[in-house]
């Protein structure tokens, strides 16, 4: 691509009036080619020969200092003379080319005034304009590019993608706005898409997916949240929190209560009311439950005081669900006595702390080892005892289960039915787990 211009200016040569004109190409190994016409004052051409011609460059139309100069040895013909500039040695490697340059040019020791200001071509109007700066180094500064093949920045060209880069790529923060009119993020179009679509980083340490400018996945450190449901071939989870697995429904986990470290994890007891024999079910909170550890194994526990108390907690789920099932290890302390139909731990559910409408789900009358066949002896009894109180008698616990139709909170008891009074027997109950469905 050849930029040119063509302008006339005069200066005083050997008491003669010259005029000159140049015509600039700029071509890609930055050299610039200059014509002129040289006269007499009296306008006939100057006679052949070869003169010496300095060539200056100035980012000033009148004054300065030169940017960069060059005497070349220049053949004249007729008046007419033909230089290159940027010749090795002197190249001009150090102008940029991204604003106005003025060529002065001098013939003996007078420069022609006023100086020839480097006008461009038609072509080159492209790549020096108001906003669009494509200088031969430094930075490119375009309104808008379009490539219409492939881009490769800092690699060869592409052979599969359209766009290939060494390093990566930043995009400003923010939501897409409807439209994709905030031109934030990763969007995309095509598929009749709206631009809309894509990645976004909202705030600090938060990568969302947006679909039609409304958020469906948002990323933190630690943690992941979906608008609306997940799913992976015959998994699904929703955003109310459902499990699914080939389209059934999935108990999913929704609370424990270890009681590790001592912690009652907020479960309370109930005291019997001693002018009757309704017992403790019915009765107002007392107090807080006491955990226990009971060691390897077994673990952590909570007692009551009294056998006749009543542990009580509420339980609110979140989510939907129609199904609930509480898992649970209950403790038979110091080996209910043999026969004694009475005696039955029990798990059951409510609506409501008073237990007006409790439901029993589960019971559970222990088989009396330390008093049946071969187990009948001191040694069996102190092995199995890890409650000090009875002392030797052995422990035991069962894993229990019980399950429900219901959805919304609930009310959970555990107790134990005897005739025993508080004759040192006694119930425990750890590892609760709650699941929904």
């Not at 040119?4 to 004109?21: E, K, Q």
């Not at 020839?116 to 494509?134: E, I």
């Not at 006491?290 to 007692?303: H, K, L």
Request: net charge negative; hydrophobic share 35%.
């Amino acid at each position: 691509m050849k930029r040119t211009s063509t302008c006339w200016g005069s200066f005083l040569l050997f008491g003669f009036l010259i005029f000159a004109a140049y015509t600039v190409h700029a071509q890609i190994d930055k050299r610039l080619s200059v014509q002129g016409l040289l006269k007499k004052a009296s306008g006939v051409a100057v006679n052949d020969g070869t003169y010496t011609i300095t060539f200056k460059l100035y980012d000033q139309e009148t004054g300065g200092t030169a940017l960069w100069s060059d005497a070349l040895q220049t053949e004249v013909s007729s008046g007419i003379y033909s230089a290159t500039l940027g010749r090795a040695g002197n190249t001009l490697d150090a102008l940029a080319f991204d604003q106005m340059y003025y060529l002065g040019v001098t013939v003996g020791s007078s420069e022609i005034t006023p100086r020839t200001p480097l006008t461009s071509a038609p072509y080159s109007l492209s790549l020096v304009g108001t906003t669009n700066k494509f200088p031969s180094s430094g930075a490119v500064r375009a309104d808008s590019a379009r490539v219409v093949t492939s881009l490769a920045v800092g690699k060869d060209f592409p052979t599969t993608h359209t766009v290939v880069a060494l390093g990566g790529y930043l995009a400003r923060g923010g939501t897409p706005g409807a439209n994709g009119v905030n031109n934030n993020g990763y969007a995309f179009e095509g598929n009749s898409g709206d631009k809309d679509s894509g990645l976004f980083s909202t705030s600090d340490g938060r990568v969302s997916l947006y679909a039609n400018n409304a958020e469906v996945l948002a990323a933190t450190p630690g943690a992941a949240t979906a608008a609306g449901s997940l799913s992976t071939n015959s998994l699904a989870i929703n955003s109310t929190g459902n499990l699914s697995y080939n389209g059934q429904g999935t108990w999913r986990l929704v609370a424990t209560d270890y009681f590790e470290g001592g912690d009652d994890n907020g479960w309370q007891y109930s005291n019997p009311d001693p002018s009757s024999s309704a017992g403790a079910w019915k009765n107002a909170v007392a107090g807080s439950a006491t955990p226990v550890n009971y060691g390897d194994v077994a673990g952590w526990v909570i007692r009551p005081g009294n056998n006749d108390q009543v542990f009580k907690k509420q339980f609110n789920p979140g989510g939907s669900f129609n199904y609930i099932k509480v898992v649970f290890k209950f403790f038979a302390i110091g080996n209910w006595d043999q026969g004694d139909a009475a005696s039955a731990g029990f798990a059951a559910f409510s609506n409501n702390s008073s237990g007006s409408d409790i439901r029993i789900g589960w019971d559970w009358h222990p088989q009396f080892h330390s008093g049946t066949y071969n187990y009948d002896n001191d040694t069996f009894r102190a092995a199995g005892n890890f409650d000090s109180t009875p002392a030797n008698y052995s422990d035991q616990w069962t894993t229990g289960e019980i399950i429900g139709r219901h959805s919304g909170a609930f009310w959970l008891f555990f107790g134990y039915a005897n005739n025993e009074n508080a004759d040192g027997e006694n119930f425990a109950v750890g590892g609760i787990e709650i699941w929904v469905k």
